[in-house]
């Protein structure tokens, strides 16, 4: 590395620590009333990136964990408002990070994700169901194949896997991907539905009023020969099984950031922002609008992450642990865990 690049990439994370200890401030003295500003809950207690968030019966589970070198603890926890307490559940049955969940019926379904580095040969064709209330795993009809790195939403009764990393079809390499197929769990099927326009891993979603939201993510695959974010949305509609074109794009591209619905709007916040000269993770935390078709600027996190959870509850929109940095680099996660109180809007689906 060169002197003049040292000095620059020493200042742009002077700068970053520094514009995160001003939100950390501005979280703790805000007025009251004013700009609704994130407070702090009990913290996670394995500090971890790539965790994914989902909530089941008003509790917030968080899942994953990129581990050491990318080998994942497959850690499984649940958060209860109500007392502000963390438990940890039974790990994942075969440990894997950067998989891909939803909840449906009081059951959350995790499919896919990677066993170690991220690529699509080093993915998993898994498929479970895991009951939070017994603290027990089912496995599922497999994948038809390997998915690292994709979304998953349920609409309808049915959860539908878009995007994501998988191997080429020799079985050998990556490419990234816009496959989109559906998971009946009544039937325990899977059925190819129509792929989504812009292939793309590491992105964000929500489903809103029946349809699906993918969320920037990105182009390339991994952090090599360098990332390649976008501020792409697409809209599917599983009922007519069409993409529509190209929505509102975000206020700034993203990739690997936390996500929630919430009272009909999708929220993300973090994620990472990668150049070739800049390995940076964002604090920014926007709401997309799909009935407006709208993006809104909300109150930063207190701090840059990426690899965060995100989950709703209720009124609150909850975001947990996370890396301080872009991937690619030693750096630790943060253990905070905060909550924002979100302004009210009826219907949630």
Not at 114 to 124: A, R
Not at 282 to 308: F, K, S
Request: hydrophobic share 40%.
């Amino acid at each position: 590395m060169s002197c003049t690049l040292g000095r620059l990439l020493a200042l742009v994370s002077a700068t970053m620590m520094a514009a995160a200890s001003v939100g950390t401030a501005a979280a703790q003295t805000a007025p009251a009333g004013r700009v609704p500003q994130w407070t702090r809950a009990a913290p996670f207690p394995i500090p971890e990136e790539e965790l994914y968030g989902s909530v089941v019966n008003g509790k917030f589970y968080v899942l994953g964990g990129f581990g050491v070198g990318g080998m994942a603890p497959g850690l499984v926890f649940e958060y209860d408002p109500a007392s502000d307490r963390w438990t940890r559940k039974k790990d994942m049955p075969i440990k894997v990070h950067h998989q891909a969940q939803a909840a449906l019926n009081g059951k959350l379904y995790v499919f896919g994700g990677c066993l170690q580095g991220i690529s699509g040969e080093g993915g998993t064709q898994n498929a479970w169901e895991w009951d939070p209330v017994a603290d027990t795993w089912k496995a599922l009809a497999p994948l038809t194949v390997k998915r690292c790195s994709a979304v998953a939403d349920e609409v309808g009764g049915k959860i539908y896997l878009i995007g994501g990393l998988e191997p080429m079809e020799n079985g050998k390499g990556t490419r990234v991907s816009g496959r989109n197929q559906m998971y009946d769990p009544a039937t325990n099927t899977w059925t190819e539905r129509s792929p989504m326009p812009t292939t793309r891993n590491h992105a964000m979603s929500g489903a809103v009023n029946g349809k699906i939201y993918v969320l920037g993510g990105r182009l390339a695959a991994g952090n090599i020969p360098v990332t390649t974010n976008i501020d792409t949305v697409e809209e599917y509609d599983p009922a007519t099984n069409l993409w529509s074109p190209v929505k509102e794009r975000m206020l700034q591209v993203r990739s690997g950031g936390g996500w929630a619905t919430c009272n009909g709007k999708i929220y993300v916040g973090g994620g990472e922002w990668i150049t070739r000269e800049f390995y940076a993770a964002l604090r920014a935390v926007d709401a997309y609008d799909p009935a407006t078709n709208t993006w809104e600027a909300m109150t930063p996190m207190p701090g840059a992450v990426h690899g965060n959870a995100m989950g709703c509850i209720g009124n609150k929109l909850y975001t947990a642990s996370g890396k301080m940095r872009a991937g690619g680099g030693p750096d630790p996660a943060t253990a905070g865990v905060y909550v924002l109180d979100l302004p009210q809007r009826g219907g949630t689906r």
